[in-house]
Every structure is written in structure tokens, then in C-alpha cells.
């Protein structure tokens, strides 16, 4: 007959086992209902509506002659041909996707008048009326953005970055930049200001995302390369049923996030290569009362064969969390880089708060990090002693492998708010430089768990 101690060991393998099965069925369920949209069988080239493959002169009136026609007609793609085509902003129309061939570019002007009119957004987790982003749609049913192309934002130390404050781009105290106007935004939404009054665009200093769909579905981003962004790269905002597939990001400017849902639900980030000035990957749902005014939680999400170069975090959950996360699924990816500080990282604070539950971290290969593997964060940037406590609960880590990095473990919790229901099973962590820092963490469970060769 079993011990009492065995007995205990052979339930909590077997309550394990179960919640592994179940994970897995889960997270089969929302693969199954991830469908990419499909297109009719009919291509509008942007060179016939007038665009210039030079690069000499502005494309968007003509790229956008070929979206509206192509949605007219009941969908297809918008062709981008071998060449050099300079666009300000594009607008996206259901049925219609944007392809980028082999060889073609799309550079986006340095030109901040090239986003204007204003356009309903969000910056940083605050709805507000700003600078379009580079590739936008609004309510918008089945887009895509496709091809083996170059989507080039052409930011640099003299164009978008410096709205940042960032001194090693030259900027100095007294240039312009962005502080004022984030610190004005915020304000407006912790008052609940309409947001049809929190303009900004001209005479401001908010940079524009990338790629930002917005209350749309069925979305599609696949294949496409992603050079030189103003920050966020890809940022789908209150999306369903959203597809980014086989993507390259490269862009190492101040806030140069890869891909960050946001208030989505039914995500799959899947082949992609994130090399980047900011997170791989950020998980977001709306920031401080405007999150929770709209109150939409980003759930339901699925990352896997990724690889992760440069970056804060590998796959990050926060900061703006307000909204809460959960659902979240992270497997078979490989990360890599002295340059990357932390492979799963979740960050918010007693002013963001959020609930971040139901996190599946698997079968990641990492090699060197240089902050922690795994890291929960309550004292990012305000910290503690706000009137919204974050929650973080059932974080699920299993054969997951590290080859260097600071920490194995960075678990910062508050005393009146510990962080609860971290499992680690079958997980090696080697070359750790020092011991982990756990403060206010309940429920912390290793089964088969290494660092340094020692058990945990």
C-alpha cells in the first residue's frame, strides 16, 4: 500500500495529468475555430490605378482606387507588383487582401501629414483620435495583409523615434516628444472624456502603430516582412478570429512590440520571426479606467513555432492588462539572444491591475535570456498602492529547457495580493547566475524541476 506521501505525489501527478489533457483539448477547440478568410479569385494590380513602382512619387490615392474597387466588386486581392511603391496611410475594406509580391515594398512616408485625417485608435491601451496608423481598418470583415514583400515604416533616429525621448537618437531636454501628450491622454481617460474629444495628430507627438485593425474579424497577416516601425508593429484592437502567420519582424526602435493582440479573442501567432526593440510578443487588454471602461478581455490565444530573437520579453501578458488576460497558449517556440531579457514575462501594476489567469507555457527551447525565464511583475513602473490589485493565477510551465539567464525564477507579488497557482513540471534550467526572487508568491508547485543541476 502507498504511504500517505506517495500517495499525495501519485494524486498531484494525476490531478496534473488531467489538467495537461484538458489544457490540450482546449487549446485544440480554439485551433478548430481559427479560420483564415479566403478570397475570391481576382486581383486588382496597384500599378494600373496609377502607382509608381520608383518609389518617386506618392501611391496612396491609387492603393486605395484598388481597395475600393476591389471591395466593390465582392473582394479579392490588391496586388503590390515587384517595384518600390511610397504610400502614406492605407485603409483596408472587407474582402479585400492586400498582397505584396515577392520583390515589392511598400515604404510609408516620413510625412506625418500622410496620416491625417485623424482615426479612432488606441495608444498605448487608450482609445483616443490620432495619427492613422500605417495599415488600418475600422469595422472591417475578412482582410488580409500577404505576400513574401516588404512593409517598410522607414522610422529612424530623425523620423518617428525621437517623438519617443530617446537621447541615443539625439533627442536632448527641450526637443519635442511624446510625455506630455501620453500623460494628457491618460488623464482624459482616468476622466472618462469622450473620445471623440481626445484629438491629437498634428501638433502632437503620439507615433502611430504599423498595423492596426480595429473592431474587425476574420483577419489574416501572413508571410510578410516588417522593417523599421514608428512602435507596435502589429496590433489588432477588439479583433475575433485573427491569423499571423509566418511573419519576419525586424525593428529595434523604442517600443518596437512585434505583435500585440489587444481585447481579441481567438488568436493564432504561428511561424513567426520576432527580432525587436520591445516585446516579441505583448498581450494587452485596454490601460487603467479606459481598460476597464472597455472591458474587454484578450482571451483565447494561441503562439506556437515561433522564434524569438532581441526583445524585453519572448511572449509578454501587460502592462496595459486592465481588461484582464486569459486563455493563453505558448508552445513549441525557440528563444534566443543576449539581447532578450525574458522569455515569459507578465508585468502590471495596482493602477493597471487585470486578472491574468489560465497560462500555458510548453515545450519551449530557450538558450540565453538575460533577466529571467519566467518572470511576474506587480511593481512594473507605478507599482503598489493603487485601488486595482492585478491577479495572476493557474501560470502552467512545463518542459521548458534554459541554457543561460539571470534567474530561472522572478516572482514578485504584493503581501495584501500574492500571486497564486504557479506550476512548473519537467523543466531544466541551466547556468543560472542567481537565485530566484519569489516575494509574496502562494502555491508554487515543481515536479521534475532542475536549476543548476539541483532540484527545486
Known sequence: MLNRRAFLV???????SRSRAAAI????????????????NRDFDIAKYGADGDGKKLSTDAISQAIAACS?????????????????AIHLKSNVNLHIEKDATLRFSRDPKHYLPVVYTRFEGTECMNYSPFLYAFEQTNIAITGSGTLDGQADCEHWWP??????????LGDASYQKDDQALISMGDRNVPVSQRVFGEGHYLRPNFIQPYRCRNLLIEDVSIVNSPMWEIHPVLCRNVTVRGVNINSHGPN????????CADVLIDRCIFDTGDDCIAIKSGRNTDGRRVNVP???LIVQDCTMKDGHGGVSIGSEVSGSVRNVFVQRCQMDSPNLQRALRMKSNSQRGGTMENVFFRDVTIGNVAEAVVEVDFYYEEGPGGPFNPTVRNINIANVTSKSSKYALYLRGYKDDPIRGITLENCTFDKVAQANRLENVEGLTARNVTINGKAL
Not at 501519485?10 to 496534473?16: D, E, G, Q, W, Y
Not at 483539448?25 to 475570391?40: E, H, M, N, T, W
Not at 518596437?256 to 489587444?262: A, L, R, T, W
Open 298 to 300: 484578450c482571451e483565447n
Open 163 to 172: 517623438w519617443k525621448g530617446r537621447t541615443d537618437c539625439g533627442w536632448k
Open 10 to 16: 501519485s494524486a498531484a501527478a494525476a490531478a496534473a
Open 256 to 263: 518596437n512590440d512585434g505583435c500585440d493582440p489587444e481585447s
Open 25 to 40: 483539448d482546449y487549446a485544440g477547440s480554439i485551433l478548430a475555430r481559427i479560420k483564415p478568410p479566403v478570397f475570391p
Open 72 to 88: 466593390a466588386a465582392g473582394g479579392g486581392r490588391v496586388v503590390v507588383p515587384k517595384g518600390l511603391f511610397l504610400t502614406g
